[in-house]
Each structure stands twice: as structure tokens, then as C-alpha cells.
């Protein structure tokens, strides 16, 4: 290739670095090997080479190719090629385009009804509608018990009708004594009948119930089937029963009893995940009631999803488990303010990592529960985050005193309330070093600088603003100070201004997907490969 080539289009003759020069400046062509090609075709070429080659890397790095080439539209257009290709973030069948479901869908919960907890071939049966309570736990193969209920002999129907039963009983029995020694048997036998009936009335009133049977059998799967599963070495075929059982417990039993069993289970699956169709779904379901339990025990719930999510970046877990674990998950535990603090705290781990914001974007596109968590349709919010993160030297400081929005996100009641209010938090200061008072809570956030529920994005608007703040907060120093602050935001909105970056570092170790099965044609595809289909398809791509 030396110099004097003749362009393809325009026939005119030039050196070879002028003509890559002249090709994509006069016609907007690429020169790729010894052909010159539109740019679209060449990123089409290196998308199909980066799904054969299970490359996630190389996906973000044909994001930033796409972003070149079209800001506005192409990374859409790369997504519409790996959906094609069937890349697993899309989860499109290679063959025939169906939808494809990670693994297996999430089984629904286990049937109950009246105290019985059944399904798969497992059950567990408590029986309190006598006066005495039985207890029936068995398996596809065997009875683990069935007798009285341990710790528990008699129901609540049966205590309640103990003492008023026995008094009744001797009152009968009273009276017939007293008529067969001619006595009198009116008086002392309606006094009994009337002890029996008041205590009757106020056992049933004020005598405390136990838990409901329900209850108890979910309780009773945990701690007399789940061990015995877990003893057998965790059988695959009892993981769908498992999963239902986890997905029944949400909200429901002892959280405490369970979650030894839970994390060894956890333990046990977490390898497994990447290769065995069945262990993604056990696996999710695990890790929703681990969080669900720790949210009724006052514990900080966000802090799990928040370690699946690094384990799925570290490459322990399919990346696939994120969007499996956070589709369709409702629960009291999603609050805006536990949804701003999980988007934090994600993004923190990850820009410590050393990702950038184009990566982030990348993977929120092949995880879309994670992307709206993330935000993704807001780059610039995200910019600004990283901005943030890499801000050790903390310039604020020379206004005053502030805490970042990272840092705030990592109490759980105070981030869940300051967050909820303000998601799109960047810097918050106090007035006089007080931080828990909202009337002295300075909020630094992307569109302005809140104080005392007013927006203020210019430092006249702090003029306009003291007829709505409270009279303590009209001292000069106090006006002052908002005004640095607002200063501040608008040196910090222009320092964090900046392009989107792709990087690909550290995403080289994700597991890219589990085993997906085509409910249609039953096509498998495993982690990393793509079938000859893709590559058809491929070449058929405009």
C-alpha cells in the first residue's frame, strides 16, 4: 500500500494516509483492510466478532465506536445488533428471535392453604383445628414426622377450652353428687357454670394467639426439611422447591431460623450459577429473602443486593443474576430513598474499580433493571458522580464543611430520608455543624442549592428567597453562606462537565450469562458462544 492509490469512489490519486483521510472525510467510508467500507458495516463486523468471542469488553468498546459515529442514535443501533446476534444482556435467540428467559424463569411460591404448605412433592401440614396440634412433614420419598406438634401440645381452640371445660366437667359431675344425696345443686352448680363461662369469655379474649399455622409451616420447611436437603449436599432436583419456599417466606416467618441454611445455600449455588440452568433462579430467590429478612430485622437490606452486584463485577456471579434479581422484585424494601442509595452505592464500588461512565451505561443496556436503577438515560447526572468520587482532595471544604451524597448513602435511615427527598443529591452541608435538623440541612443537588425547602440556582436568588425562610435563617452570615454555596454549585456543574468515557476495565472478568434455553426451538446457548445462525444473521445486517 504505497503511496499513489486511486480512491474507489472518486478516482482521484493519493498517498495512502491522505486517502484514509480523504475516504472518511469525502465520503464518510472507513478503510478496512484493502476495501473501503462504510462505518457501520465495520462496527456490524467487530459486534459479531465481540459476541463470538463472548468479549464484554469489546461490546463497550463498540458502544464508544457507535457514540462516535451517532451520539443521539447509535448506541441504540448497537443494541439492535447484539439482539440480533443474540448477545445474553438481550436475551434474543440467535435462531429465531424469541425472547429468551435467563436460565429459568422464577418458579411461583408453594401452595397453602389452612396450615398446609405443599408443592413439588414436599409438604408440611400443620393441623390446629383440633384440640390438639399435629404436626406432618414429609418428602417425594419419605415421612420426616408426623405426630403431635414439638413444644405445642394443645391448639389455641384447645387451650381456650381446657379450664372452662374442666370446670363444666366438675360441675356436671357436682351436681349429679348433690342430687343423689338429695342436697341442693341449683346454687353451687350455676356458679361453676358461670366461672366456666367467664373464663371462656376472657381466654378468648385475652389469651395470646400464637402465630398463625401458616406461619408455623413455613417455619417447619426450614428447620425440619431444609436441613435435610441441606445434609443430602443441596439435591438439584429439590432446587425448585427451595426457590418456592424462599419466595413464599417473603415477609412471612422467622427470618433468624433461616438464615444459616440461606447462606449456605448461597455458598453452595453461587459456583454453579455459569453452568447449571436451574441454580440462577434458587440462587435469586435466596438472595431476595435474604434481603427481605433483613429489612423486617432492621437491618440495612440495600447492603445485599449492593454485595450481589459486586460479586456480579468481580466475575463470581453471571452478570445476567443482577437483572434476574431486580426484574419485577416488588417490595416494601424500594423506597425512593433505598433506590438512590443503591444507585450510589453501586456507582461508587464500580468507579473505584475503575470504570467509567460509558461502561456503566454499557452494562445498565444489558441489564435494564439495573439501568433504570442507574439512570443511564441521564449521562450527565452520572458524570457528575464520578466527578465526585474522584474528588479525594474534597475542594468544598474551602466553603465549608460538607458531606457527599456517597457518604450520606451509606447510614440507612438518614440516607433513605435525606436521598428520598432529594435523589439527585450531590454535597450537603450544615448550618453551625448541625446535620440532622432540616432546618439547618444545606442540599446541594444537580438543578440547585435547597434550603429550607427552596430552590435557589443564582446567588440573587437568595434576595428573592428570605421572605420564605424561617426568621433565624436571615442573619447576614446565614445569607452569605448560601450564597458561597451556590457559587460552589455552579463551579462544581462546570468542573464535572465533561464526555461520556468508555474504558472496558475490569469488565474482562464478568461472567457474561448463564445457560439460556429458547423456549421455541430449544436452542442452548452457553456463556461466551454464539451458533452459526448468529453469524448468518450477521451478514444479513444493513
Known sequence: MGPGMRCPRCSIELPFRDLVRHLWLAHGLLFDGSRARPPWAVLRDQVAATVGGGDLAGVVRCYDLASRLDPLRGPARVQTLLARLGWPGTRHCPRCQTPLAPSLPLPPPLEQAHGRLFGDGFAVDVDDTRLTSRLIVTTPTATLWCGPEPGRRWSDRGRRLLVPGVLLAVAVVLALVLRACSLPAEVPTSLLLSAALGCYVLLRLGWPTESPPEERAIDYAWTWLVPQLQAGGWPAEAWKFIARLARTSAGRGHGPRREVALRDLVRHLEPLSDREPGALPVLTAAWRLLAEDALTQRRDPIRLVLEVVQRALSGEVPWLAVGLLLEGWESPIWTPGNLARLRLLVCEYAFAEGLQVGDLIALGHLCPSLGEVLRIDSPTSLVRLRWLSQAHDRPWEN????????????????????????????????????????????????????????????????????????????????????????????????????????????????????????????????????????????????
Open 399 to 542: 466553603v465549608g464543611p460538607g458531606v457527599t451524597a456517597y457518604e450520606i448513602a451509606g447510614y440507612p435511615d438518614l440516607g433513605a430520608s435525606v436521598l428520598g427527598r432529594d435523589p439527585d443529591l450531590l454535597l450537603a452541608a450544615g448550618l453551625n455543624g448541625a446535620w440532622h435538623s432540616d432546618a439547618a440541612l444545606i442540599r446541594i443537588c444537580e438543578q440547585g442549592v435547597i434550603f429550607a425547602d427552596t430552590l435557589m440556582s443564582e446567588p440573587r436568588d437568595v434576595a428573592r428567597a428570605i421572605p420564605r425562610l424561617p426568621p433565624e435563617s436571615r442573619s447576614p452570615a446565614v445569607l452569605q453562606t448560601l450564597e458561597a454555596w451556590i457559587r460552589y454549585h455552579a463551579l462544581l456543574v462546570r468542573s464535572a462537565e465533561g464526555p461520556v468515557s468508555y474504558s472496558g476495565a475490569g469488565l474482562s472478568r464478568l461472567k457474561v450469562c448463564s445457560t439460556l434455553v429458547c423456549s421455541r426451538c430449544q436452542l442452548r446457548r452457553d456463556a461466551g458462544r454464539v451458533s452459526a445462525a448468529a453469524g448468518r444473521a450477521a451478514e444479513a445486517l444493513p
